[in-house]
Each structure stands twice: as structure tokens, then as C-alpha cells.
């Protein structure tokens, strides 16, 4: 998909909590082995909405533009604190967006954030809109003792889309989107955890999607892994991003800014979101990023960025590196009154 | 317009009263203030009630205490200012009766938190606050009372065990007093190791908010020796958010108002016997003495010592802290109090040769503030 | 929980709007009909710093109705960079850390709900400056 108007990313934001569970406190109550170091925990006052407004105004600072200047706001999560009510409203409320501007919630599991990215783009291409954000950010439950308990984890990152000028950090050559109806991995409405299908989540799920689309993609582009400086997939554990990225020919050089799932875990929404804001936290002018997210029930979004020069320019908002970095640890018992296991 | 004085007094002990409502209460100490007065029946009653509505969700209690006293038809109604309700229902009944309105009024206040749970019941002490920007922090009012100790302590290099005496002191006087809540003593050392309310502020610095119910009779003076006159009564408000304030060390309203009654009154600081504090925690009651110009700022605690003999005694029943604090009937406990000590019925906690009296009462942090001095004829 | 009580404060709990005396230039928040100082009754609109230092703060351990999962929380009084002062939690610090003079910045978190089935509220509380690199 190309669109009619050049279109680029014209600032970004990303946030993570600073509560941090070390894999190996789950391991100590239920067995297991990590398969993270560990990973990235919300406090009790925070959720996907906070996490999102955190994201969006780092981005509307980046941008430089006027938040009245946002056309649409999109918030992409499966954590939605109200099943009904979009968070997008109340990001739009609390960064002055409001009132003329579209918004609303998107679910798509862990691709969300880049289902949003593929609305944005084309309202800004036609001309609809001038700016659009689209955000990606989850506080997402695991099932204690289940395997994915270990990685799912709290984050999101948010990226406003403009017309392609000089304010653009990295313009969007082409996206491709990939989905079928694949139930690797789901929640049924009145559920608080997920269930998932164990290991039919790997081939006809993750990488089926992901090769899919990132076929698609460079086919339709005429690009080879070669072309390509760094690439980002979908993060749900250190092995599935490394596996994939080598089955379409990339090296862990390419991966490796954006890999960040064994110090913060898996953010489900804000997975791909904040692997590329990594990415283009390091990114030259004249790098070219692929982007392939992942979201269960199955699909995959796949973007071509190539980076402009203000990307490298200066900056005061806080590198994912330094979220990353800004961390305490709690225990197991903490963890499950944090995350709303356990209730008074 | 004419003197008036006070006829007469009742109260309750302040206590868990789980057996008794809120017009029990009332009740007892009226009829008690009645009896004392010579029987005759008030022809307007005052009722201060700060948590009624909230708790009991009871309003318009004028109405029910008047009728419960048997007194339906009688005007009453319901005065509302936090703490400080007591001490202003008071002044609008010292009011009527010095205006020649009525010659004789029933003035009583009531509290009956022991119904609330303890979460509500910190609800309902930040009620007086401004709900949408100060109540919504989840601050409680002893948290504000933090606020202001931690910035007294750093401002005048004052140690927490010399703000923490006046916790000791007003259990000492509370040992002999039959309506305290606490009547026992307590050493520093037990106070500054209790846990933390809201730090810096030890849980047994703060005062105990407990049931209970006081009133008095007013009259007209007789111009005979011996009456409990009403010297003088002034009111102050302030701003309601502390982050407005320029020094949140010191109260304007009670700067304001105790000025104003000591005016009213014609006397100096040097004259007053005893002096009822508001100390809804030991800094509150500090700060106090310094506002009403007791003590120069910061030096407060000098007070404590019993240093110099113009200093007057403080709370001579224990205070909001050991007699206790049942909110909307506090300011009326501390009337009764300065009335029982100018009579010389105070008992073990009789302060010999007491001729004045004055009470502070506050409403809030200090965002309003009365003054009632009371002098014996 | 009151639906429209909420709602009406909605913008000057997210964005730290305060109002400004157009006659006198003094700031305040919360927002004002009329100024205390000049006693003018035009007032504009202020966006209010998002960054200050602490002044005093306290550890809340008693908490009130709605806040008791919160416990203990620390609740500071903070001077925004204009001079206007704001009653805020601090979050993302032990109690222990707190010090007078501390740089802060804002942060949007949710205060309290109603419930499971009633509104959530969310406003601003504040934490410690992230401090960022330059790239």
C-alpha cells in the first residue's frame, strides 16, 4: 500500500512504568524457566490511558506542532480500562486536541498500535487530516503460572503522522497488511485473563503473519533484507523476533536496537510501537526501517520507514533507553497486588 | 447592646457513645444547661453539627433537637463551620440576646463520629477543605497539619519533642477531668514512638475525634459579681488553599480575630488566665499561641515550660487532644470549660483565681477562626 | 461519584489550567472569578508550568474513603516554576526520598474510581524530573 500523498512520522513518544518484576521472582513461586530478565510493571494509578497520554505528549512536544492541529487520535490497546468509553477521547482531553478531531479505540491484540499507524497514514495522505496519532500501549493480564505471565508486561509508545516536509523524522515509503482469521490467541468479553493456543501460536500464528506481510511488503516495494539498515518485529519473547528476522534474512545488527523485550518484557500494543521508537532513537539519516507488528486473531502491519535527517536533531524528550533504564524492583507479592490479583 | 453571660452549662463525656444517637446526645447536655440556667426554657435554641449530614445524613436538626426537647415551635437552626461551628453558633446566640432580641438562648453543639468508619471519618475531617483540588490529592487534614509542621520545624530549627510537650501537657491536665476522653497521662517518649498519622505527625500527636455533645444557656448580664460575662467574641476567615497561603507557618484568622477580641474586650494578653487552644494537632496548637500573640513566632514551645508568670495555663482539660474533639460541639466543650474554671467548678483541673478565659476555635486549616473571651464579673 | 462534577474540572485537572488577573497579572490555581488581590473580576485563562520543586510534603497513611489502595502515598505541597503553588501527589518515589527543593514534573495518572462499574477519575500528580539526554 503506497499512499497517493508522501506521508511521514513527525514525532514520536514512548513510556514505560518504572516497576520492574525480575522473571525470576515468578520462577521462585510457580517453577519455570525465564525466558526474559524481566519485565516492565504499572503502578496502581496507572493504566493504558495514562500510559497513552504519557506517549502522546512526548510526541506533541518532538512534533512541535499545535495538539488543535491533530485530526484524529487513535489509542490502540487490549487492556481498555472501560470496555466502553474510547481512551481516545480522554488522551485527546488531556493533551488539548479536543474538540475537532476524530478518535477511538482500536483492538487488534498486540497490533493495535500499527493498525492505528495504517488509519493515520491515510487520513493524512488524503488530505483529510494534517496530523494523526496513532498510539499503541498496554497494561495487559497473564494468567499466573502460564507461560506468557513471564513476558506480558506494561508500555506503549505513540507517533504522530504528518505531510512528508522538513519536519519529517522518517517517511513512509509503503505499508502492507497481512490478517486471516487465526484463533492463536484471545479473550472472551467478560474474562479477565486471555487463553491462547500454546504452540500453534508459533508457525501459523507469529510467523506466518509476519513473513507474510513482510513479503508482501518488500515485494511490493522491490526491496531485499539488504536494503534495509534495521527491522523491527513483534516482540512477544527474545526467540520468536530473532527467529524470524533470520528466516527473512536479517541479522541480529538489524534487530538489535529495537529488541528490548528481555529488559521491559512484551507491552502487546506497544511491542512494535516502542521497538521502532528504539530503533529511530539510534537511527541515521538515510537508514531504512522495516516494521512488522504482530496482533493474535491474526494479522500482521508492515511498514517501510526511511529516516530524514531531523531525526538526528536535538531533543529533551527521554530516549526509550532511559525508560528502560529508570527502574525499581518489586517482589512477586507486590506484582500481584500491582496488577490487580489480588484485591483488598 | 446589653451584656450577656453564660447561665449556665451541660455536657457529655466525650466518648464512643455506640448506645446513644446524635439527639440523645444533645438531649443530655441541653437539659443539663437548662437545669444549671434555673429551668426556664430558651426562647431560640443553635445547634452546631458538623458531620450530621454526612453521617447521619441528618439536616435541619434545629427543628429535631428543639422537638426532641420538647420544645417544638421554638426557632432553632443549624450553624455550620467545621471545628470553629460551636464557637460561632455561640457568638450567634451571644448575638441575639445582646441585641435584645430574646433574653434567653440554648446554644449547643454535637458530634457523633463513632458511627462512620475510619476511612470515612478522614473523609469527612477534610471536609472542611476545598473538595475539588485539596480533598482530591487524598490528603487528609492531619496530612495538611504535616505540611505545615514539617515547614515550622525547618523554618525556626524547633525540635519535634518540644512541639510534641504540648501532647504531655494536655494529657497531664486531662488525668483529673471526669468528661475527657483520655483522661490519663502520656509520656513523650510513648507519643513521638506511636506510628506516624501522616508523617511528620505522630498518630498521638493528633487529637482523638470522639462523640459527645456540650451546650449552654445565654442571658442577659444581671450586673451581679460572680456572673461568667461574655467579654467579647470576633470571627476571621482566610484563604481556603494552603497553596495560597505566603507563610502556611501562621494562621491570618487567628491573628485577625484574637486581635479583635481582645479589643473588644479592652484587655491585654497579659490578662488572660487560661487559654482553650484549638489543637487539632500539637503544631495547630503551637502556631495557635503564636497567632493570638502568646509567644513570638517559632517560640511557641516556650509556652510549655510554664516559662515566665504571664504565661496563661493551656487547656486546662486536656484540649481537643485528651478531652477530645467531637467536631461541630468542640468550640462549645471549650466554652463550657472557661465557664466551669471562672466558677471555680473545675475541679481537679481548677486553675485557682481564674478570672478570664479565652477559646480558639478553628473551622478547617485555620480558613476560619473565632474567639470567644469570657470574664468572670 | 458525581458524573458532572467531574467532568466540569476535567481540563484543569489534566492540563493544569489556573487562571491569570488580566488587570494585576497575579496567577492562581485553582482557576478564580475573582481576584483576591486587585479585586478585578477579569480573568483569562493560564496555562499553568508543568515542573516545580518541592516545598513540603507528607507520607498519607490514614487514607480517606476511595484512596485506601493507594496507601501510603505522599502528598506535597510543589511551587511550579511560575511561582504558582499546587497540592499534588508524588508518585514514583519512596517516601523515604522526598526532599525539600526536589525538581518535579507532572504526570497523568488516574486519582480514584467509583467502583467497578462507576467512572474512573484521572487528574495530575507529580513525579521526579525524568531528566533527558540530549541525542
Known amino acids: 500500500m503506497r499512499p497517493s500523498n508522501p506521508v511521514g512520522i513527525v514525532g514520536y513518544g514512548a513510556y514505560i512504568p518504572m516497576w520492574r518484576l525480575r522473571t525470576s521472582e515468578i520462577c521462585r513461586v510457580w517453577g519455570g524457566e525465564p525466558p526474559i530478565e524481566e519485565k516492565a510493571v504499572s503502578a496502581l494509578d496507572e493504566d493504558a490511558v495514562t500510559i497513552a497520554v504519557e506517549c502522546a505528549r512526548y510526541a506533541l512536544r ?16 487490549e487492556s481498555k480500562p472501560y470496555a466502553v468509553k474510547p481512551c481516545g477521547t480522554i ?86 497488511s497481512y490478517v486471516t482469521d487465526t484463533p492463536d490467541f484471545w479473550r472472551r468479553a467478560s474474562e479477565f485473563y486471555p487463553r491462547h493456543g500454546g504452540r500453534f501460536t508459533g508457525e501459523p500464528a507469529y510467523f506466518r503473519h509476519i513473513i507474510g506481510a513482510a513479503k508482501g511488503l518488500m515485494a511490493e516495494l522491490g526491496y531485499g533484507p539488504s536494503d534495509f539498515k534495521y527491522a523491527v518485529f513483534h516482540q512477544p519473547n527474545v526467540k520468536f523476533p530473532v527467529r524470524v528476522a533470520r528466516m527473512l534474512g536479517f541479522g541480529m545488527d538489524a534487530i538489535k536496537p529495537g529488541l528490548i523485550v528481555q529488559y521491559v518484557g512484551n507491552t502487546y500494543a506497544g511491542s512494535t510501537p516502542l521497538g521502532l521508537a528504539a530503533t529511530l532513537d539510534q537511527a541515521r539519516c538515510g537508514d531504512r526501517i522495516l516494521v512488522v507488528s504482530y496482533g493474535s486473531g491474526a494479522g500482521s502491519d508492515a511498514f517501510s520507514f526511511l529516516v530524514e535527517d531531523r531525526a538526528e536533531g536535538p531533543t529533551q524528550d527521554p530516549p526509550v533507553s532511559l525508560f528502560i533504564g529508570r527502574k525499581r524492583y518489586i517482589d512477586y507479592s507486590t506484582y500481584i497486588k500491582l496488577r490487580g490479583k489480588i484485591l483488598r | 447592646m446589653r451584656r450577656v453571660s453564660i447561665t449556665g452549662v451541660g455536657l457529655t463525656q466525650v466518648s464512643e457513645h455506640w448506645e446513644r444517637s446524635l439527639t440523645d446526645l444533645f438531649v443530655e447536655a441541653a437539659a443539663k444547661a437548662i437545669d444549671d440556667a434555673g429551668g426556664e426554657d430558651p426562647e431560640a435554641i443553635y445547634v452546631s453539627s458538623s458531620g450530621a449530614p454526612f453521617i447521619q445524613r441528618q439536616l435541619n436538626l434545629g427543628a429535631m433537637v428543639a422537638d426532641a426537647l420538647g420544645m417544638a415551635g421554638t426557632p432553632a437552626l443549624t450553624v455550620e463551620a467545621g471545628a470553629a461551628g460551636g464557637a460561632i453558633a455561640l457568638q450567634e446566640g451571644v448575638r441575639a440576646v445582646a441585641s435584645g432580641l430574646y433574653d434567653c438562648v440554648l446554644v449547643g453543639g454535637v458530634e457523633k463520629a463513632s458511627d462512620a468508619s475510619p476511612e470515612e471519618i478522614a473523609g469527612f475531617l477534610s ?123 501562621t494562621f491570618e484568622a487567628v491573628k485577625r ?114 474567639i470567644t473571651i469570657l470574664r468572670r464579673s | ?107 497523568f495518572r488516574r486519582i480514584r474510581e467509583d467502583g467497578t462499574s462507576g467512572i474512573i477519575e484521572y487528574g495530575y500528580k507529580f513525579r521526579p524530573r525524568i531528566e533527558s539526554e540530549k541525542k
Open chain 3, 1 to 107: 461519584m458525581s458524573v458532572p462534577r467531574y467532568w466540569r474540572e476535567i481540563k484543569y485537572r489534566y492540563r493544569l489550567i489556573g487562571e491569570r488577573c488580566i488587570r494585576c497579572g497575579s496567577l492562581y490555581y485553582p482557576r478564580r472569578a475573582i481576584c483576591p488581590r486587585c479585586g478585578s473580576r477579569e480573568l483569562e485563562e493560564y496555562q499553568l508550568r508543568d515542573r516545580g520543586r518541592v516545598i513540603s510534603w507528607t507520607v498519607i497513611r490514614n487514607p480517606p474513603k476511595d484512596y485506601e489502595k493507594f496507601a501510603p502515598y505522599v502528598v506535597a505541597l510543589v511551587e511550579l516554576d511560575d511561582g504558582v503553588r499546587i497540592l499534588t501527589q508524588l508518585v514514583d518515589i519512596e517516601p523515604e526520598e522526598v526532599k525539600a527543593g526536589m525538581r518535579v514534573e507532572a504526570t
Open chain 1, 91 to 176: 488522551v485527546a482531553e488531556a493533551i488539548g486536541a479536543t474538540p475537532e478531531l476524530a478518535a477511538a479505540d482500536y483492538e487488534f491484540a498486540c497490533k493495535a498500535g500499527t493498525e492505528a499507524f495504517q488509519t493515520c497514514i491515510a487520513l493524512v495522505s488524503s488530505g483529510m487530516v494534517k496530523y494523526a496519532m496513532a498510539i499503541g500501549a498496554d497494561t495487559a493480564q497473564g494468567r499466573p503460572a502460564d507461560p506468557l505471565e513471564y513476558t506480558v508486561a506494561c508500555g506503549g509508545a505513540a507517533f504522530i503522522f504528518g505531510p512528508r516536509s522538513e519536519k519529517t523524522l522518517a517517511y513512509l515509503e509503503g505499508s502492507y
Open chain 2, 127 to 249: 471536609m472542611p477543605e476545598d473538595q475539588e483540588y485539596t480533598a482530591y490529592t487524598g490528603i487528609t487534614n492531619f496530612g495538611l497539619n504535616a505540611l505545615i509542621y514539617r515547614q515550622y520545624l525547618e523554618r525556626f530549627g524547633v525540635r519535634q519533642e518540644e512541639i510534641a510537650m504540648l501532647a504531655v501537657r494536655c494529657h497531664e491536665h486531662a488525668e483529673g477531668c471526669p468528661h475527657a476522653m483520655y483522661p490519663f497521662k502520656l509520656s513523650l517518649e510513648r507519643i513521638l514512638s506511636s506510628p506516624f498519622e501522616a508523617d511528620p505527625i505522630h498518630v498521638l500527636e493528633c487529637s482523638g475525634i470522639g462523640d459527645g455533645a456540650a451546650a449552654v444557656v445565654i442571658q442577659p448580664s444581671r450586673g451581679e459579681g460572680g456572673e461568667v460575662e461574655v467579654a467579647a467574641y470576633s470571627t476571621s476567615t482566610d484563604r481556603v488553599h494552603l497553596t495560597e497561603r505566603p507563610d502556611i507557618t
Open chain 2, 257 to 370: 480575630a484574637s486581635d479583635r477580641a481582645l479589643r473588644m474586650a479592652g484587655i491585654s494578653r497579659r490578662d488572660v488566665d487560661l487559654v482553650e487552644l484549638h489543637d487539632e494537632t500539637t503544631i495547630t496548637g503551637i502556631i495557635s499561641l503564636e497567632d493570638m500573640g502568646f509567644a513570638e513566632r517559632g517560640k511557641g514551645t516556650s509556652l510549655l515550660a510554664g516559662e515566665g508568670i504571664e504565661a496563661p495555663q493551656i487547656n486546662t482539660f486536656g484540649g481537643l487532644k485528651a478531652r477530645g474533639n467531637p467536631v461541630g460541639a468542640t468550640g462549645l466543650y471549650q466554652v463550657v470549660e472557661v465557664t466551669m474554671q471562672l466558677r471555680g467548678e473545675a475541679g481537679r483541673c481548677q486553675v485557682d483565681g481564674a478570672e478570664i478565659g479565652l477559646a480558639e476555635s478553628l473551622g478547617g486549616l485555620g480558613s476560619t477562626c473565632a
Open chain 1, 62 to 77: 518532538r512534533a512541535g506542532i499545535n495538539p488543535k492541529e491533530l485530526g484524529a487520535i487513535y489509542v490502540g490497546t
